[in-house]
């Protein structure tokens, strides 16, 4: 299928996406006009946040190129993060997202922060600027270091999040006591507006070893398995006026074919969607 016509497609299926090309670049404000233009009235973009704003590790070309020249970075080439580049990337994402908002179409922003984001060696409050910025937008946070969830600072962090109305994203994944493995029943609401569950599969070896995101999440989700999440979202709606579940195991067909089959678990009306077979 060309990959013009593969968003309206999708939009025929599902009533939500979340966009992980912003992880990587801010979109033009001609291709987010045209997601808008080739998806239903009632459809959901979810946005993640750029890997800059997330403490990934990021080399400069992957920022716009009036940032590009703008940045301070490191002899390889990676983005030093200072508060006023973190400010003029907010300021270029912005953009895209108000697009989306002008439609009606906007959900959450995904913050997806890096498993170096330690308690160790960060505070939660180098995260307010941010927060603050974008504090009239819903506001999703996925922590990939488990030491935010253990002991005493788990109460902190959920202390953080309610004070600044930020969802904590639950998690579906390896039942695993790894550092960058947050604990799988971890459900706590801190914005009862909304509630984000994504699912990365239960691999703990290829969770942990696998080199490529497509390795990390190649997990196909069983009809049982499909049934348990179907349950855990029940209960996050009865405490959330909304539920954003995303399916993160993104090898082969995995994610829209478990997605499709939680449509049918919820009792939704959706048409069939053929398997898909090999890579391509």
């Known amino acids: 299928m060309p990959a013009g016509e593969r968003l309206a497609w999708y939009a025929q ?19 987010v006009e045209r997601w808008c233009g080739s ?11 750029h890997q800059l704003l997330s403490r990934h590790s990021t080399n400069v070309k992957l920022l716009p190129p009036a940032l590009q020249r703008a940045a301070e970075t490191d002899a390889k080439g990676k983005v030093k993060l200072t508060p006023e580049i973190e400010q003029a990337m907010i300021a270029e994402l912005r ?23 330690s308690p160790k060696m960060h505070e939660l409050s180098e995260l307010e600027p941010l927060l603050e910025a974008l504090s009239g937008f819903p506001i999703a946070l996925e922590l990939r270091n488990r030491n935010w969830a253990e ?9 953080f999040l ?29 914005n009862p507006a909304l509630a984000y569950l994504r699912l990365h599969g239960r691999d703990a070896r290829a969770y942990t070893t696998g080199k490529t995101v497509a390795a990390r ?24 006026s909304e539920v954003h579940v995303v399916f993160n195991n993104n090898a082969l067909d995995y994610a829209p074919h478990a997605a499709a089959r939680l449509r049918v678990a919820l009792g939704q009306m959706i048409a069939d969607i053929p398997r898909q077979t090999e890579l391509f």
Do not use: C, W
């Open 95 to 117: 953009k895209p997202i108000e697009i989306l908002r002008a439609s009606g179409k906007l959900g959450a922003l995904l913050l997806q922060l890096s498993p170096a984001f």
């Open 217 to 240: 999440f190649n997990y196909d989700y069983s009809d049982d398995e499909v049934d348990e999440v179907a349950q855990r979202a029940r209960k996050l709606a009865k405490k959330a």
């Open 162 to 190: 309610r004070a600044h109305s930020v969802a904590l994203v639950s998690v579906d994944a390896p039942a695993e006591k790894h550092f960058t493995i947050m604990p799988p029943a971890l459900d706590e609401i801190t």
């Open 39 to 49: 998806t239903p009235e009632n459809f959901t973009f979810d946005v993640k946040l």
């Open 13 to 31: 299926h599902f009533d939500m996406v979340e966009v992980n090309s912003t992880f990587y670049s801010v979109p033009d404000a001609r291709m």
């Open 151 to 159: 002991g005493e600072r788990l109460q902190t962090l959920l202390d």
